[in-house]
Antibody
Framework: VQLQESGPGLVKPSETLSLTCTVS????????WTWIRQTPGKGLEYIAY???????NYNPSLYSRVTVSIDTSKNQFSLRLNSVTAADTAVYYC?????????????WGQGTLVTVSS | DVQMTQSPSSLSASVGDSVTITCRAS??????LNWYQQKPGKAPELLIY???NLQSGIPSRFSGSGSGTDFTLTISSLQPEDFATYYC?????????FGQGTKLEIK
């Protein structure tokens, strides 16, 4: 299984960050998929998960600004983060969470750096 | 949220040494504790899952133990490629949380 993030590397403050993760080598159906971000200051931070059924969970710290979606026909899932600020500058990873609770995050996409700046 | 606390935050060791990293959860996590290795510019890579299960392809010098709220990662006979940052993570509850990382450096 391989995951690849795609999307703009530069987003202006107050705008929306949009990323897509394309999954290859396995079906997206039947599994949980997550978004994680990493900053030097806050380390690794869970953003959200989505199951192929469409069920979702969001980190309470980002809940009001985050939406995740999934397109099983394209084997892709996506992240939208609204009203971004410089604090949202991070490397964003898409990760497979397999069967969910109790299972590890594996594998990870290579990550994509998103910078929030005007 | 479950808080994960790793210690030490950094560690210096030599090739051939054995090192241990500890991770403490703020509550019991049903042993749903995983360890990852991250090298500069790369994504984290799964080493060990559910306390002590070695991920496929990971060398046997890596081992994990613990229960309840206290867990350890041990690397025996350090190799040059082991110098990296290590993270623990719980997947007992969402938001899944990570430790702050332990940077293993060459002495």
């Amino acid at each position: 299984v391989q995951l690849q993030e795609s999307g703009p590397g530069l987003v202006k403050p107050s705008e929306t960050l949009s990323l897509t993760c394309t999954v290859s080598g396995d079906s997206i159906s039947g599994y949980y998929w997550t978004w994680i971000r990493q900053t030097p200051g806050k380390g690794l931070e869970y953003i959200a998960y989505i199951h192929s059924s469409g069920s979702t969970n969001y980190n309470p710290s980002l809940y009001s600004r985050v939406t995740v979606s999934i397109d099983t026909s394209k084997n892709q899932f996506s992240l939208r983060l609204n009203s971004v600020t410089a604090a949202d500058t991070a490397v964003y990873y898409c990760v497979k969470w397999g069967r969910g609770y109790g299972t590890p995050f594996d594998p990870w996409g290579q990550g994509t750096l998103v910078t929030v700046s005007s | 949220d479950v808080q994960m606390t790793q210690s030490p935050s950094s560690l210096s060791a030599s090739v051939g040494d054995s090192v241990t990293i500890t991770c403490r959860a703020s509550q019991t996590i049903n042993n749903y504790l995983n360890w990852y290795q991250q090298k500069p510019g790369k994504a984290p890579e799964l080493l060990i899952y559910v306390v002590s299960n070695l991920q496929s392809g990971i060398p046997s010098r890596f081992s994990g133990s613990g229960s309840g709220t206290d867990f350890t990662l041990t690397i025996s006979s350090l190799q040059p490629e082991d110098f990296a940052t290590y993270y623990c993570q719980q997947t007992f509850s969402v938001p899944c949380t990570f430790g702050q990382g332990t940077k293993l450096e060459i002495k």
